[in-house]
């Protein structure tokens, strides 16, 4: 006990004291935790489905904390969202991802959106794992048959708004005869409305028709048909003064619907997004692969499984490879040497295997794009991404006169500099200390972090740096912007050799991370008998 009451003194007259002449730092008195968002990953889960697209960029979506009583806490993008976050300790804390700012409608805009509730605990820390984001709005598609089409002006259009009941809808779309792009619409809690509305002329008469279907679903596909009342396979259509109006639309459990009399016509069968039968909605040709198709594919070490598999029912009549580098010795490279096909011949099954190319691509830095794309002899098609990275040789060096990853007693030293060369200019310096015995208490102790980025100090600059004055050094170690980008820094412990006079071992790890990515690590190890 005597030994820990010492070694609480001599630390908070050490830190404390080196800290005393600065008046931005008060020791908090609140009860915090902290948040890791280093391990958090995120899916988007069924975005084929949804918009056609080979890949996803997390880079801009949307990444919000908020209390248990719903009130913003941060928000950042994901790009920018930091790895270690504080927080008042209390339960009920929730993460929302969402790909953008929600919108009341878009065209080609899908709205992604997965959260995760956590609870912070004093002096721990919560780690944010992965979140899936799923498809949250709504999409729409419009449709007219062949019949329609020749008979009605070319102004006519359909107007598709969505709300939480009519009286409110205040967003629309307009879809004109030649629209191929499909709406999104922001769901509102409670019940939706989707009213979609006919207006034009066909043979000559004015025409406008409604239909209103309530209890929308989020995450759905509706596509609204239109067609002819009579005639509407066999044109040319033959006008008659009135008729009846029908709309089909893609919805599930339909609770009310209002029809408003008019010439267009519904289809008898309603279509159904989650029937993997119906025909429009069935994946004439699947693309499936342990690689990812959306994040960076490391080639060292190389994958286990390089394969991608392409099934294609009704036959492949084109399959295209392409190869793109930012490294022009890999863009020069012919994907047939590596044995990839270069055509397709008709299979209903096709295996890439890229392993052959990724041991090429390992000696190559740079970035490296495969794309691939395929199409049956339906006219079905499907595109995928892979991207491969080669990290270059880091260059980061580690030069000190402490000895690294070898037992030390701190008493044979006095200079406690490590001089770290980083080329690419540093993005990260990462500290974790590995205390034991009465030292790991006195750190707890006095508050001192045992796992830090100098590169993003927070709280604990003053800690580090003090006012960077003689009298009042901190613990002499640089930070902040003295760290981030710099190509040459010095991590200082000096401050630290005259606290290690407790028993037991002591580990300080040291981290880089340089711009491009690139981490070498340090450790160094004192002994105290």
Not at 207 to 227: A, N, Q
């Amino acid at each position: 006990m005597k030994t820990k009451i010492l070694s609480i003194l001599t630390l908070a007259a050490a830190i404390v004291g080196l800290s005393a002449c600065s008046e931005d730092w008060n020791p908090k008195t609140e009860s915090t935790g902290k948040v890791s968002f280093e391990q958090m990953g995120v899916e988007v889960s069924g975005v084929e489905k949804v918009v056609s697209r080979s890949e996803v960029d997390l880079s801009d979506y949307l990444v919000t904390i908020y209390d248990k009583d719903g009130l913003l806490v941060r928000q950042w993008a994901y790009k920018d969202v930091p790895e270690i976050f504080e927080l008042p300790v209390a339960d009920n804390y929730r993460v929302d991802i969402v790909s953008h700012s929600v919108k009341p409608s878009a065209w080609d805009e899908p709205l992604f959106r997965g959260s995760q509730v956590f609870n912070i605990n004093k002096n721990e820390i919560t780690n944010i794992g992965n979140i899936t984001c799923t498809f949250a709005s709504l999409k729409v598609s419009v449709r007219y048959t062949q019949a329609l089409l020749e008979a009605m002006s070319s102004d006519s259009k359909v107007t598709v708004e969505a709300g939480k009941t009519q009286a409110d809808v205040k967003t629309a779309l307009e879809f004109a005869s030649t629209e191929t792009r499909s709406g999104f619409f922001e769901v509102i809690d409670g019940s939706m409305t989707l009213i979609a509305t006919f207006r034009g002329q066909i043979g000559g008469n004015d025409e406008e028709t409604r239909k209103v279907y309530t209890d929308v679903e989020p995450g759905k596909h509706y596509i609204i048909t239109f067609s002819l009342k009579k005639n509407d396979t066999e044109p040319p259509f033959e006008p008659e003064p009135s008729g009846n109006v029908g709309i089909s639309v893609s919805i599930d459990n339909v609770v009310n619907d209002e029809d408003v009399p008019g010439v267009i016509d519904p289809s008898d069968d309603p279509i159904n997004p989650d029937d993997p039968n119906q025909e429009q909605f069935r994946d004439k040709i699947t693309v499936t692969s342990p690689l990812s198709f959306t994040d960076e594919i490391p080639v060292s070490p190389a994958p286990a499984d390089a394969r991608v598999v392409i099934a294609a029912p009704n036959g492949l009549i084109r399959l295209s490879l392409v190869l793109s580098s930012d490294n022009p010795e890999a863009a020069a490279l012919s994907l047939a040497d590596f044995g990839l096909p270069t055509a397709a011949n008709a299979e209903t099954e096709l295996t890439l295997d890229f392993a052959a190319l990724i041991s090429r691509l390992a000696e190559l830095p740079g970035l490296h794009t495969v794309s691939i794309a395929a199409e049956d002899a339906d006219g079905n098609t499907a595109d995928k991404t892979l991207r491969f990275r080669t990290r270059a040789e880091s260059g980061i060096k580690f030069e000190s006169a402490l000895k690294f990853g070898e037992p030390m007693n701190p008493a044979d030293y006095t200079d406690g500099k490590v001089n770290i060369t980083v080329p690419a200019g540093v993005a990260h310096l990462r500290v974790k200390i590995n205390p034991s015995g009465a030292f790991k208490d006195a750190l707890v102790d006095v508050g001192m972090p045992l796992d830090f980025d100098l590169a993003y100090p927070g709280e604990y600059r003053v800690i580090f740096e003090g006012d960077k004055t003689p009298e009042n050094p901190g613990l002499g170690l640089l930070c902040g912007e003295d760290v981030i980008d710099k190509k040459e820094v010095v991590f200082d412990i000096t401050g630290f050799l005259p606290l290690l006079i407790f028993p037991g071992t002591q580990t300080f790890e040291i981290t880089v991370e340089d711009n491009n990515g690139n981490t070498e690590s340090c450790s160094l190890i004192f002994v105290i008998e």
